[in-house]
């Protein structure tokens, strides 16, 4: 399987990766496949009972559910082990999605509100009443043009904290981005990745019990860990039977 983004230094890294937690990837129009990060290897899928294809996938932490958005503009709770949804909230406007651009699905767990961007198009949603607000553009930070935003994630993603901080990939840039001002669409560069992006993306930050941030990236056939300092990859793993492209990626931070 081609390995474009694993640096040399990096193809010797560990046979499993740190910490025994449960990520759920999004391939296809509606599939889930369950992944024991700690034993590197995929153990089970499951079909998302909605029409049509789903937008994309987080945890909620507030709640401790798995959140979906249809094509519907529908925010809905996913059980896992059966597929099966219940509505949740219909959002009060769509989000503009030109072609086959990346739609962003995350959660910001100190608002516990939906972040939904794809383009530059920067959305934010109440997940209690539907209610959109349409945030400023996403733009660099004292540079012209905007950033080709691929993936996001939040940090302290754990119960409802006080403080957390957007971070985002860049599929051009190849890099980490944090945004800065998540409500203005501002993004500041921290670091290039290491080497180039291929295809969709797949990234989420899980944090445990402790505090402590661990960035995970699905990208080039593997599963990797980032810095968040300095937006290098810095560990790689193949996970056995994932022949499925993630497209979305959350890590829960309780069994399911």
Do not use: C
Not at 61 to 80: K, R
Not at 229 to 243: A, N, R
């Amino acid at each position: 399987m081609k390995q474009t983004l694993l640096l040399t230094a990096l193809l010797g890294a560990t046979a499993a990766p740190l910490a025994a937690q449960t990520a759920i990837g999004l391939s296809g129009d509606r599939t889930l496949t369950m992944i024991d990060l700690g034993a590197g290897a995929v153990t089970g899928t499951q079909e998302v009972m909605v029409e049509g294809r789903l937008l994309g996938i987080d945890y909620r932490p507030n709640t401790d559910t798995l959140i979906g958005v249809t094509e519907a503009f529908e925010v809905v709770n996913i059980d896992a082990a059966t597929g099966m949804v219940m509505p949740l909230v219909t959002m009060s406007m769509p989000l503009p999605i030109e072609g086959d651009a990346p739609v962003i699905v995350d959660i910001n767990p100190a608002a516990d509100a939906l972040r939904f961007m794809s383009g530059t198009t920067n959305h934010r949603v109440n997940l209690t009443s539907g209610a959109v607000m349409v945030d400023g553009s996403l733009h660099w930070d004292g540079m012209d043009g905007a950033p080709m935003v691929g993936a996001t994630a939040y940090s302290n993603s754990f119960g409802k904290p006080e403080a957390t901080a957007m971070y985002n990939i860049d599929t051009n840039a190849h890099a980490l981005l944090r945004q800065t001002a998540p409500n203005d669409g501002t993004n500041a560069m921290i670091g290039e990745l290491g080497a180039m992006v291929e295809g969709p993306v797949a990234f989420d930050i899980a944090t445990d019990a402790m505090g402590t941030n661990t960035a995970w990236l699905s990208a080039n056939g593997a599963v990797h860990t980032l810095s968040l300092e300095t937006g290098m990859v810095t560990q790689s793993w193949q996970i056995d039977g994932l022949d499925a492209t993630l497209r979305d990626m959350t890590v829960m931070a309780s069994g399911m």
